[in-house]
């Protein structure tokens, strides 16, 4: 995908999502600069409150830190020039239920 095919758009600009994509997470506190890369490449700053999504890469400046909090209440810290690509979230399943300490997602980085 490119930059001029966006379906839709955040407090962050162009996300690239398909309608009614629903979000992983939000951005909780953070310090310093944090930046989101999406389908189309564009770097875009972070602010608390906006939502992340599967295929996303954040990656903190070397003073940034922020929290994500991710569907089910899961909240994964960034610290210093750090990185975190959400490669997909898991939906409940009542037939086969998560342990508890499952986070509910996969990350790399």
Do not use: C, W
């Not at 906006?50 to 899961?74: C, I, N």
């Not at 994964?76 to 399943?93: E, F, I, P, Q």
Request: net charge negative; aromatic share 4%.
């Amino acid at each position: 995908m490119n930059a001029s095919s966006t379906y839709g758009g955040s407090a962050t600009g162009s996300t690239n999502r398909k309608p009614g994509e629903e979000p992983a997470g939000f951005i909780g506190p953070k310090h310093g600069r944090v930046m989101v890369y999406r389908d189309d490449g564009i770097p875009q700053p972070l602010k608390t409150g906006d939502p992340v999504y599967v295929g996303d890469v954040l990656e903190s400046e070397t003073s940034g830190t922020v929290d994500v909090t991710f569907t089910g209440m899961t909240t994964l810290s960034v610290d210093g020039n750090g990185r975190l690509v959400v490669t997909r979230t898991r939906k409940a399943d009542p037939e086969h239920p998560a342990p508890p300490h499952a986070t509910g997602i996969d990350i790399t980085g």
